[in-house]
């Protein structure tokens, strides 16, 4: 997890640094770039929460297991 936290620090900081430069070069561009970060930072983080529920062994899992089971024993 420390990893993530790391690369994701250090993506969003690149993104900020790369604005930066730009917004001095295009203007207003910052904005979109601080937008883009936080949208793809936030698909990340609901990815790997997704991956991290739905591992094997995890409770979700189980259950997700179990109702197939037993829908593919009724269906039989």
């Given at each position: 997890?420390?990893?993530?936290?790391?690369?994701?620090?250090?993506?969003?900081?690149?993104?900020?640094?790369?604005?930066?430069?730009?917004?001095?070069?295009?203007?207003?561009?910052?904005?979109?770039?601080?937008?883009?970060?936080?949208?793809?930072?936030?698909g990340a983080?609901l990815y790997?929460?997704?991956?991290?529920?739905?591992?094997?062994?995890?409770?979700?899992?189980?259950?997700?297991?179990?109702?197939?089971?037993?829908?593919?024993?009724?269906?039989?």
């Amino acid at each position: 997890m420390g990893k993530a936290v790391a690369f994701l620090a250090a993506l969003i900081a690149g993104v900020i640094v790369v604005g930066w430069v730009v917004s001095s070069l295009l203007g207003g561009f910052l904005y979109y770039l601080i937008v883009g970060a936080l949208v793809v930072g936030g698909g990340a983080w609901l990815y790997a929460r997704l991956k991290r529920e739905l591992a094997p062994g995890t409770r979700t899992q189980r259950r997700i297991e179990a109702a197939a089971k037993t829908y593919r024993m009724r269906n039989r």
